[in-house]
C-alpha cells in the first residue's frame, strides 16, 4: 500500500480567507440594505476572467481590470459563495454586474483605513509536491537558497527581493 503525501497549499488556504473577509463584508452589507456611516468600498476586479458578467461597452471602456464603488448609490447587493451581483450607475444608466471574487484583484474600505490584495492566478506556482525529495530542500525553495531560519528571522518584508515565502503580518491592520 503506497502511502499518500498531500502538500498544504498554504498560499491557497490564505487566499480563500482572505477573499471571505471580503464576502463576510458584503454580506453584513447585504443583510443591513447598505453601508454603515461613511464607510465605502472600492473593489478591484479583472474584467477577462470567466465569470465576470458586464455590459460590453463597460468591458470595452475597462478591457483588463475596473474599480468599482459601493457607497451611496448601488441596488439590489446579492451576495453567493463564489461572486458578488450588484446593480450600479454608469452615466446614468443602470447595469447590474457580477464579479466572481476570484476576479477580484483588491479590496478597501477607505473609512476604516482597511484594504486588502489578491492573487488572482495561483496555477503557476511550484508546490511542495514539486520540489526536490533532499532533506530541506522544502525549507531551501520557500526561504531561498542559502538562507536559514535564523537569516530570516526578524527581516523586514521590504528587506526581501520577492523570493521565498510569503510573510503576511496583521499588524498594520490593528488599530492601536
Do not use: C
Not at 2 to 12: C, N
Not at 79 to 84: I, R, S, T
Not at 132 to 158: F, V
Amino acid at each position: 500500500m503506497t502511502e499518500q503525501v498531500t502538500a498544504f497549499q498554504y498560499d491557497r488556504m490564505v487566499e480563500a480567507a482572505l477573499r471571505g473577509v471580503l464576502r463576510d463584508a458584503l454580506r453584513v452589507v447585504e443583510a443591513q440594505g447598505g453601508l454603515p456611516g461613511d464607510h465605502h468600498f472600492y473593489i478591484t476586479f479583472e474584467t477577462t476572467r470567466p465569470g465576470v458578467v458586464m455590459p460590453d461597452r463597460l468591458r470595452a471602456q475597462h478591457p483588463q481590470d475596473m474599480t468599482i464603488v459601493l457607497q451611496n448609490q448601488f441596488w439590489d447587493l446579492r451576495v453567493f459563495d463564489d461572486a458578488l451581483e450588484v446593480t450600479l450607475s454608469f452615466n446614468r444608466k443602470r447595469e447590474r454586474l457580477r464579479v466572481p471574487f476570484a476576479a477580484v484583484t483588491a479590496f478597501a474600505d477607505p473609512h476604516a483605513s482597511f484594504g486588502l490584495q489578491f492573487q488572482t492566478d495561483l496555477g503557476g506556482e511550484a508546490g511542495l509536491d514539486e520540489m526536490d525529495d533532499e532533506p530541506g530542500a522544502e525549507w531551501d525553495a520557500l526561504m531561498g537558497e542559502g538562507e536559514t531560519n535564523d537569516d530570516r528571522r526578524g527581516a523586514a518584508p521590504e528587506d526581501s527581493e520577492g523570493e521565498g515565502a510569503n510573510v503576511i503580518t496583521l499588524d498594520a491592520f490593528r488599530k492601536k
